[in-house]
């Protein structure tokens, strides 16, 4: 790339995104011409615009909530992953084969997630537990599907678990009930949480832990009272933001096709957000 390069976060709302902090501490690890700058964008016409923005000059974005679904429409072409998903979180600008600049979408959550438990020193079990069955849900799912691992989906809509298992062709997925939880985590070594309870404050039951591993996607305070309530039944756990950065990295792989230095950003991350795994 020629020129400062320009990257940013798309999403409503973007203010608390980590994002530029990130990708701004790789550039200046890494003496990397660019900025990157958080973009909200309004619901009425997000993937006009998320399009736009190829020809505005962006070489790359990150995309977060509402917007990935948009994303996805926006996109020229897309991965395997973000099909198999349904959403896309990193646009890539390409030229098309008449010339025109077009992104293309991929998805980085499952990858990111996959890192989160590596970076932990966290032994992916042959089996775990997941609970929620949205957009998130689908990421993890992927990635433990990748993996190789049976999984079992606690959902309050059976409904939206049932869509998510067929969309993702795994009619072996066990789909059960959210009051079933407590229950079902008793069988499993590794439960995810990928709902958002935290955000006004719920909690979700859970068994006593043993030394069993409970991850939260969420990282601040909207992951505190689970991660909370799980450390005092005796779980380990884990937060969000080593996939926050493993996710954040693979899409400057994408970008720039160097690899970032995931620990030190992680490290500048609980520091910046006072928080431990």
């Not at 932990?120 to 190789?148: D, N, Q, S, T, Y």
């Not at 069993?212 to 992951?223: E, L, M, P």
């Not at 039944?233 to 493993?246: E, F, I, R, S, Y």
Request: glycine share 10%.
């Amino acid at each position: 790339m020629t020129g400062t390069s320009l990257f940013g976060v798309v999403g409503n709302p973007v203010k608390h995104s980590l994002s530029p902090r990130i990708h701004q501490f790789w550039y200046d690890q890494l003496s990397v011409d660019a900025r990157y700058v958080p973009l909200e964008l309004a619901e009425t016409s997000p993937a006009a615009d998320i399009q736009a923005l190829a020809r505005a000059g962006f070489s790359g974005l990150n995309v977060t909530l509402p917007h990935k679904g948009a994303a996805t429409a926006a996109a020229g072409t897309r991965s395997n992953a973000v099909d198999a998903i349904g959403a896309a979180n990193t646009l890539v600008r390409r030229t098309d084969k008449s010339g025109q600049l077009v992104w293309h979408a991929e998805n980085t959550d499952h990858s990111g997630f996959l890192w989160s438990l590596e970076s932990a020193g966290i032994k992916v079990p042959e089996r775990a537990l997941i609970i929620g069955a949205g957009g998130a849900a689908r990421a993890v799912v992927f990635g433990l599907m990748k993996a190789g691992i049976d999984l079992e989906i606690c959902n309050r809509t059976l409904s939206s678990a049932e869509d998510m298992r067929d969309h993702l062709n795994c009619p072996d997925m066990g789909i059960f009930a959210l009051d079933e939880l407590e229950r079902l985590a008793g069988n499993h070594s590794l439960v995810v949480n990928t709902i958002s309870l935290g955000h006004s404050g719920g909690l979700l039951p859970l068994p006593e832990g043993s030394g069993r591993q409970f991850v939260d996607i969420s990282y601040g305070k909207a992951a505190e009272g689970m991660l909370s309530q799980a450390k005092s039944k005796g779980w380990n756990t884990l937060d969000g933001l080593p996939m926050l950065v493993g996710q954040a990295a693979d899409a400057f792989e994408l970008w720039f096709d160097q690899s970032p230095d995931r620990e030190s950003v992680l490290k500048a991350c609980r520091e910046w957000t006072g928080t431990t795994a």
